[in-house]
């Protein structure tokens, strides 16, 4: 047998355990974020180098037809 809704007492947001979790998990969720973006900005990538690497031509066709090679005199 349970209460009816009208008879169980009523509690403010504030005193509603589960509220304050969420707030925690949501606040660390933004602040973990900031921090994240943070850490990126201030270390770049480090460059890559391949050794004996060479530029390959691209799979994907060119928008354009390329410009004609410029005159030599």
């Given amino acids: 047998m349970s209460i009816a809704v009208s008879e169980a007492p009523r509690l403010p947001w ?9 707030l925690v998990l949501l606040g ?6 900031i921090a ?3 850490t990126a900005v201030g270390r ?6 391949v050794p004996g690497d060479a530029p390959r031509p691209s799979k ?6 390329a410009d004609p090679p410029a005159q030599t005199r």
């Fill in 14 to 22: 504030y005193r509603v355990p589960e509220v304050w979790l969420i």
């Fill in 28 to 33: 660390a969720t933004v602040i973990g974020s």
């Fill in 44 to 49: 770049p990538d480090a460059p890559v180098a």
């Fill in 36 to 38: 994240l973006v943070f």
């Fill in 60 to 65: 994907i066709p060119p928008i354009r037809a």
